[in-house]
């Protein structure tokens, strides 16, 4: 095992804690900005979207919101990567590898569950459905295209940038 293994571990729990309160802090701030402060509760948000909102994108830009907070974070966090700025490369590589599997994974694994598990609270599908009038089928379809365009582009950069840090590979087993 290498000796840096438990000190990543470390910090990516620690990550994904403050980037639970980047994701929740950045959809209570949308929602209170929009003067949608029905579904403000605490510092706490999600409760209770305005369905009749006569404006249904803000409903969606609150609930995509966290997600695009958490990835800001990890954009950075790969740019001091590649800039060799970011202290051991380590550090934030793992800030963004968590940050990916803290909000857009994490979020489409909670969408598949809640959805399939025949409950019908699913905000960005919901919600999009409301602004778009799109079907969907046809969301889902859409979300799942994003989803796997991004995770592809996000691991590539992050691999560029550990590339470009000079950082040695990671050991392969039995090499």
Do not use: K
């Amino acid at each position: 095992m290498l000796p840096d293994m438990r000190r990543i571990a470390l910090y990516a729990v620690v990550f994904a804690a403050l980037l639970y309160a980047v994701h929740r802090l950045a959809m209570v701030a949308v929602a209170w900005l929009l003067g949608n402060q029905d579904m403000i509760v605490g510092l706490d948000c999600c409760v209770d979207y305005r369905r009749e909102s006569t404006d249904p994108w803000s409903n969606v830009l609150v609930a995509v919101s966290g997600v695009l907070a958490t990835q800001a974070v990890a954009w950075v966090a790969i740019g001091l990567l590649a800039s060799r700025r970011g202290g051991p490369p380590h550090v934030p590589a793992t800030l963004a590898g968590t940050a990916f599997v803290m909000s857009p994974l994490l979020q489409l694994i909670v969408y598949v569950v809640w959805h399939w598990a025949e409950r019908d609270y699913v905000a960005v599908i919901d919600y999009l459905m409301d602004a778009t009038g799109l079907p969907e089928m046809a969301l889902i379809v859409a979300m799942l295209g994003l989803f796997a365009g991004y995770a592809v582009l996000f691991w590539w950069a992050l691999w560029r940038a550990w590339q470009r840090s000079g950082a040695p590979a990671a050991p392969v087993a039995g090499a």
